[in-house]
């Protein structure tokens, strides 16, 4: 009560059939009806407004449209194009198009909120800045008509919005002089609770120990509503145990066995999710009839879940059950064909199973078990798990010169697998002469001003769409140059290789005009200009000298650039002495001259295994000596054990750079005393890594080690362990593919560590040599078209590196690969054998090279592409499958084709199949009986089904004793059967149609005790009306002959 006030409304009516609020299992009504409405104060809502009003804000989903367009505008960096950094659409002086910074998200409006307007955000960004525009249901929104409608910094406002006016989904477009993009859809909705209708509900008269159902019978209402059930008086409400239960679903109360402590009145309370506001019902009575208890009867499913539960992935799962019966019947949950999840959870006395977090694994098959004393019943459904669309790749802004070819490529994970659209500028793009679009992937052949614009790639299932945005620039201008490469000068030596680079910014691609002085330029062997543009001389000789113009040309203009060539005389150095041994202590000086071009200035640097020589930091142990122009000395004193190493002298000049290297050699002393400062340690892996420590002794003991040495590695050596585990792999036809275990670091001995990798054909005597020069390698691949598979070669595989070549590993023999499958199975065929399987079958072509490991059945529904296929493989020599989950009444395309470790073959031709029509939703009525001692005559009028529903082909009588769970089975082409109860004791029987796409829903059970002697009749009819108010009208009708054995 507190912050909701109540009124009380009571209506009597007089009413003579039973209401749509209650139904009694079995039994006969009586009527009378009270409602009870609950009005919410104006304090409840008073806060909710703009603020805080409930918004369905996640980017992965969405309402599904038919009709309109949804999604995200992104944007990523392209690998393949010309493009221009996300960074630069910050930056003011940068034009671009226009991006998304926020879009509008779904809305819920309640229809009672004190604030009388809706905000649908929607805002970007652009150089120049954007402008927008919305659409309601695809159609653009006038907003200058409708003073309800205003436009804040691009979002749109509604003042008092009306369901019937408003409601919606709504896009926002926003546009600069670049194009113009699309927002995802927005569904503005109205939450809202309408009251329970005032006629008064008749009361509900059963049996004690006889189930019974409660209608609730739910006002009009959006949108999801919370039900509950009042007992006599608020807030007395019914408690769910095993026995009672409230379906979220139905709203309806439902009580398995009906006591005396459950007489009295029962109101339902509905409560609004959104809103909160709450109504009750007008009272339902329940009284307990006088003519007996009813005894024990089996469980009968009165709630449970579709036989089709479809989930998002990570949402949570709630699937119903529960039963009337006598006794109280138990329920009990399992998956089919597997676990139930260890993450389920059951509610509600076992009627509800719960999977939260729900994963594409716990799709299947579930069964519902409602079990007592006197049998058990079974409802299976399928909970179907689905995925919203998930961009894998996305599209990159691109720029591309006119004349050029576009190719964008989106792809996005879903299932159902995503199918693909375009707009260009907010509007559907479709193929052109210039125009492909193909499963994702969008082609514009010669592109022209007229293509730029904005793009938007969509990919959409039936749960939900996704936007990729991307902006296309082409570039259209003069050729021109930056102004520090308008002249230059190059010098080079004799013998070189030379590049004069001309590469002009312009839109088309200009064309390359070269000029040696005043002539144009003839190409030869050794003088070539490259792909793009630019001038490459090999061999450079003195003939070469001159002054060279490159021009670029296109229809905007042209441009051009000047380099002047001088080709000198190559430098050559002297290094000496060669190769030096020297023992600690001593020292040396190393002497370099530099025979060179007298033109050119030379620099010398000296360096100590690969790094420079800081002559200010190494404690006076080196200094540099100019003696000339031309040569330069190395003083070396007190040389430590440290200084040993490769000694290189650089001499740099304008034309080239030449070196030389000369090693030096550190001995220690064969005994070293106290008063020593170094040492050499000998027999040292090559090209290792050490660190040293020095450890003082004397008579008295040994001290503390010092602290590490810097890290030093050993010089280079010819590597001596070959790779191990030579191998061969799968691979295509006509390639023999051969694999090996890389060779450690630790093992390499030096720089430049390769593999060399030989082979021959088996019996042939010379090698075949590759080198591969990646020391992480761990496979190569030949390829050669005449070598057939599965030929024999030897192989081995050895190592190299800048010391020279090592060894070799032992021969091995490998083959050649097979190959992928060449041909197509032959006789595909595929059978359709139910509403939701087809069975393929398909032989293996013997002509086919490359041996299968099983074959993949691609199949799509007639009205979509071939792309969008699902498919499913088999293993091994399998030549059919049974494809299941199909829907009904569906014409599929089928394919079948091989594949092995090498790839796929070809698919065959497409065969058709149409799965069959659901079975007939009807149940056979006017069930009529005749019982003459163990044996039964049944008749029923005949199913006439829907048209689209399977043609009836006959009928299944299904008898069992009661508690036992396992029926026989009477089939018959006619109305009629003759059933014989063998033993004695009450059996349950039911019949259903029989059809081509399976059994039709089986009609009321009916009890029927086996005895000797006596005639029993019977017969039952159910009709149901649907009335034009909303109300149901039931009519039981049950005639029964008593006999003396009951």
């Known amino acids: ?153 691009g979002s749109l406002i509604i003042n008092n919005p009306s369901e019937m006016k408003d409601s919606g989904q709504y896009q926002c477009l926003t546009t600069n002089v670049f194009g113009s993009v699309l927002s995802r859809e927005a569904v503005l909705q109205f939450a809202y609770l309408g009251n ?19 209608m609730c019978s739910p006002p009009l209402h959006s949108p999801e509503i919370i039900y509950s059930w009042v007992f006599n008086e608020f807030p007395s409400f019914v408690s769910e145990d095993s026995r009672r239960f409230i379906s979220q679903e139905t709203g309806n109360l439902y009580i398995s066995k ?35 208890v009813m005894g024990e009867y089996e469980p009968k499913i009165e709630v449970h879940f579709p036989y089709t539960v479809t989930a998002a992935r990570g949402t949570t799962v709630k699937m119903e059950c529960f039963a009337l ?89 879903g299932k159902p697998r995503p199918t693909y659209r375009w707009l260009k500028n907010g509007v559907p793009l479709w193929p052109q002469s210039r125009i492909e679009t193909i499963n994702g992937v969008l082609m514009i052949h010669s592109v022209n001003l007229s293509d730029a614009g904005m793009y938007q790639c969509l990919a959409e299932n039936k749960y939900g769409t996704i936007y990729a945005s991307a902006e296309l620039k082409i570039l259209a201008s003069a050729p021109s140059f930056p102004l520090n490469q308008m002249r230059k000068t190059i010098i080079i030596t004799k013998g070189q290789e030379v590049v004069i680079e001309c590469k002009p910014q312009a839109s088309p691609k200009p064309t390359i005009n070269w000029k040696k002085g005043d002539k144009p330029l003839r190409e030869s062997k050794r003088i070539t200009i490259l792909p793009h543009g630019s001038l490459r001389i090999l061999n450079a000789s003195k003939s070469d000298e001159g002054r060279y113009l490159c021009q670029g040309v296109n229809v905007f203009g042209s441009a051009e650039i000047i380099a002047s060539l001088f080709v000198k005389e190559p430098t050559r150095i002297e290094l000496t002495p060669k190769k030096i041994e020297l023992t600690v202590g001593e020292s040396i000086v190393l002497s370099c001259k530099a025979i060179h071009d007298s033109t050119l200035d030379v620099t010398f640097y000296w360096t100590l295994n690969g790094q420079p020589i800081d002559f200010e930091k190494e404690g006076g142990h080196f200094e540099s000596i100019k003696a000339q122009a031309s040569s330069a000395d190395l003083m070396i004193r007190n040389i430590l054990l440290m200084h040993a190493g490769r000694y290189g002298c650089r001499v740099q000049t304008a034309a080239d750079t030449v070196s030389d290297e000369t090693e030096l050699l550190v001995r220690v002393p064969d005994v070293i005393s106290g008063d020593m400062e170094s040492a050499m340690a000998v027999e040292l892996n090559p090209w290792v890594e050490y660190e040293f420590r020095v450890v003082a002794t004397n008579k008295i003991g040994t001290g503390d080690p010092s602290a590490p040495s810097r890290v030093i590695r050993t010089n280079e050596a010819v590597p001596k362990t070959p790779p191990a585990n030579v191998s061969g792999r799968s691979g ?36 075949k040599e590759k080198m591969v020069t990646s020391s992480d390698a761990s496979k190569f691949i030949y390829r050669d078209e005449s070598v057939p598979p599965l030929t024999p070669f030897e192989v081995k595989v050895g190592v190299y590196n800048n010391k020279g070549d090592g060894p070799f590993s032992p021969i091995v023999v490998i083959c050649s690969a097979e190959g992928e499958p060449t041909a197509a199975p032959i006789d595909v065929k595929a059978t359709s054998l139910s509403v939701s399987e087809i069975l393929v079958a398909w032989k293996h072509n013997k002509e086919s090279l490359g041996r299968p490991e099983g074959f993949e059945v691609g199949y799509w529904k007639d009205m979509e592409q071939e792309e969008a296929a699902e ?25 079948v084709r091989a594949y092995n470790a090498a790839g796929y073959g070809p698919p065959s031709t497409a065969v058709r199949a149409a799965t069959k029509k659901s079975p007939p939703s009807q149940a056979p009525s006017n069930i009529m009986w005749i019982q003459d001692g163990s044996h039964v005559s049944l008749g029923w009028e005949p199913v006439r089904p829907l048209a689209n529903e399977s043609d009836v082909m006959g009928y299944k009588v299904l008898f069992r004793q009661e508690g036992q769970s396992n029926s026989q089975v009477i089939e018959t082409q006619k109305t009629s059967a003759v059933v014989l109860l063998p033993d004695v004791g009450v059996y349950i029987i039911e019949v259903c149609a029989v059809s081509e796409g399976g059994d039709g829903t089986a009609s009321p059970q009916i009890r029927v005790p086996s005895f000797s002697g006596g005639k029993v009749t019977s017969a039952q009819s159910t009709l149901h009306v649907l009335s034009t108010s909303s109300s149901s009208v039931t009519l039981l009708l049950a005639l029964m002959v008593p006999s003396s054995s009951w």
């Open 732 to 767: 295509r036809r006509h390639e023999l593919v051969i694999a090996w275990e890389p060779v450690s670091e630790e093992f390499q001995n030096g720089e430049g560590f390769g593999y060399i990798v030989a082979f021959r054909p088996n019996g042939t005597r010379g090698w």
């Open 325 to 413: 019966g006598n006794p109280v019947p138990t329920i009990s949950w399992r998956k089919v064909n597997g676990h139930n999840p260890s993450k389920a959870r059951l509610r509600k006395s076992q009627a509800v199973l719960e999977i939260p977090n729900v994963q594409l694994e716990d799709a299947g098959t579930y069964e519902c078990k409602a079990e007592n004393s006197r049998g058990r019943n079974v409802f299976r459904g399928q909970l179907q798990v689905y995925t919203y669309p998930h961009w894998v790749e996305k599209l990159n802004d691109t720029q591309l010169d006119s004349g050029d070819q576009l190719r964008w490529e989106c792809k996005a994970t």
């Open 258 to 292: 009906v006591q005396t402590s459950d007489v009295g009145s029962y109101i339902c309370l509905v409560k609004n999710t959104v809103t909160n506001a709450r109504v009750l019902s007008p009272p339902t009575p329940l009284t307990l009839r006088n003519d007996g």
């Open 1 to 153: 009560m507190m912050w909701l006030s109540w009124k009380l409304f009571l209506f009597l009516s007089l009413t003579g059939c039973l209401s749509e609020y209650s139904e009694a299992v079995p039994g006969l009504p009586t009527s009378y009806a009270a409602i009870l409405r609950i009005k919410s104060g104006s304090s409840s809502l008073a806060s909710f407004n703009s603020k805080n009003r409930p918004r369905l804000n996640n980017p992965s989903l969405g309402s599904v449209s038919s009709q309109g367009w949804r999604g995200a505008g992104h944007y990523h960096s392209p690998t393949n194009l010309y493009h221009f950094s996300e960074a630069f659409k910050h930056d003011e002086s940068v034009d671009y198009g226009p991006v998304f910074v926020q879009e509008p998200d779904d809305v819920i409006f309640p229809t009672d909120s004190e604030e009388k307007k809706v905000s649908l955000n929607c805002q970007a960004r652009g150089n120049p800045a954007p402008t927008y525009r919305w659409l309601r249901n695809g159609t653009e929104i006038n907003i200058e008509s409708d003073y309800r409608f205003s436009l804040i910094e």
């Open 871 to 895: 498919k499913v493989k088999t293993e091994g020599n399998e030549s059919s499958i049974l494809l299941t989950g199909l829907e009904g009444n569906t014409l599929y395309h089928l394919t």
């Open 196 to 214: 329970f209708s005032g006629r008064t509900r008749s009361a509900v008269s059963v049996r004690e120990g006889q189930g019974v159902v409660l």
